[in-house]
């Protein structure tokens, strides 16, 4: 089975704090994705990442970076945490194919951020 | 642009009942794939089933049921005789065919189904 993991499932930071989100995949999968998740908005993109070092920019990237120096390893970073920031954020990862097919995304289990 | 909409924000039903799930999408692509995911309360998002926009079959599995139609730019989730742990929010999602984008999804705002026994 794929397997997402994300190093905490909940996390209190304070506001200007740099803060680090980690997930990790076991799949050998391409792609990687940021989400944020909070209540009415449904899931919004932040970055995704098709290949190490390589990183594109979602819908919301304003005030998050990230990382990506291993194909399994994708980093959600926050440079200076602030209240608005408060959500759930769940990383996914998806195997690719070639245009002709798309595949899945594969979701891990999410970490519930509190900035203060 | 590419949207979805569910115009359902909650729905309850009691064990055992029938419940339908709507999503409407737009898109401008010919091609373009559709899914619906489940989030129960543990929070992990759960791939349910994926469909392409060449295959208007509707499909069955177990209880779940899907109806595409593009007809109405609708694919439609159904869980028969629904059971407690049905209980989640539910989250339809569409993706462009030829992904620049590496085949971003585009995700509903979720309707969270609540079956009660």
């Known amino acids: 089975d794929v397997k997402v993991t994300q190093s905490s499932r909940y996390l209190v930071k304070r506001t200007g704090e740099k803060v680090f989100l980690e997930c990790v995949q076991d799949m050998d999968h391409e792609n990687m994705f940021w989400y944020r998740q909070d209540p009415g908005l449904g899931l919004r993109l932040i970055y995704f990442?098709?290949?190490?070092?390589?990183?594109e920019k979602g819908d919301i990237p304003e005030g998050y970076s990230v990382s990506r120096e291993k194909k399994e390893r994708f980093s959600l970073i926050l440079e200076s945490a602030s209240t608005n920031q408060t959500s759930m954020y769940l990383c996914?990862?998806?195997?690719?194919?070639?245009?002709?097919?798309?595949?899945?995304?594969?979701f891990g289990p999410g970490t519930r951020l509190t900035v203060l | 642009a590419q949207k979805v909409t569910q115009a359902q924000t909650e729905i309850s039903v009691v064990e055992k009942e029938d419940v339908t799930l709507d999503c409407v999408y737009e898109t401008r692509d010919t091609t373009y794939y559709l899914f619906w995911y489940k989030q129960p309360p543990s929070g992990e998002l759960v791939f349910l089933i994926r469909?392409?926009?060449?295959?208007?079959q509707n499909e069955i599995s177990g209880r779940y049921s899907w109806n595409f139609q593009k007809s109405t730019s609708s694919f439609n989730f159904t869980i028969t005789a629904s059971q407690v742990v049905d209980s989640a929010v539910y989250f339809c999602?569409?993706?462009?065919?030829?992904?620049?984008?590496?085949?971003?999804?585009?995700f509903g705002k979720g309707t969270k189904l609540s079956v009660k026994p």
């Open positions: 469909r392409n926009s060449f295959d208007e």
């Open positions: 999602a569409l993706s462009d065919y030829y992904g620049g984008s590496q085949g971003n999804l585009i």
């Open positions: 990442s098709y290949d190490v070092k390589m990183k």
């Open positions: 996914a990862s998806s195997p690719y194919r070639g245009q002709e097919y798309y595949n899945e995304q594969f």
